[in-house]
């Protein structure tokens, strides 16, 4: 009975653990480093990734990856599994005081009786 106590607290351990490792790993915002958690990328296919991204924007699919140097449809197969774009925001306007935004509409001044 005891050892099936110490093999479940064990295992039980080391849920999280399988968790983390079981995340897609996001092509646009990940370094280096986390480019190469994902088995099939090593450093010079991370850096293609990151100068990719950098040149040309996020990814918006992860079919997009085939565009990076190095990286084939075969290859992509065998990624997709381990990675995701998460969600792909629309570029922001150049200018944040852009006048076409609704202005508010002025209180009513109240009349006096």
């Not at 990719?52 to 997009?64: H, I, L, Q």
């Not at 990286?71 to 629309?90: F, M, N, W």
Request: hydrophobic share 40%; no cysteine.
């Amino acid at each position: 009975m005891r050892r099936f106590l110490h093999i479940l607290i064990t295992l039980l351990a080391l849920i999280p653990l399988l968790a983390v490792a079981a995340e897609a790993v996001n092509i646009n915002t990940a370094n280096e480093a986390g480019l190469q958690q994902v088995k099939g990328i090593g450093p010079s296919k991370a850096r293609a990734i990151i100068e990719y991204r950098e040149k040309n924007g996020p990814f918006a699919s992860t079919d997009a990856l085939v565009n990076v140097p190095g990286i084939g449809k075969k290859s992509l197969e065998q990624l997709k599994p381990q990675i995701t774009v998460g969600t792909v925001e629309a570029p922001k306007p150049a200018n944040p005081e852009d006048k076409t935004k609704a202005l508010p509409i002025p209180a009513k001044s109240e009349k006096k009786k």
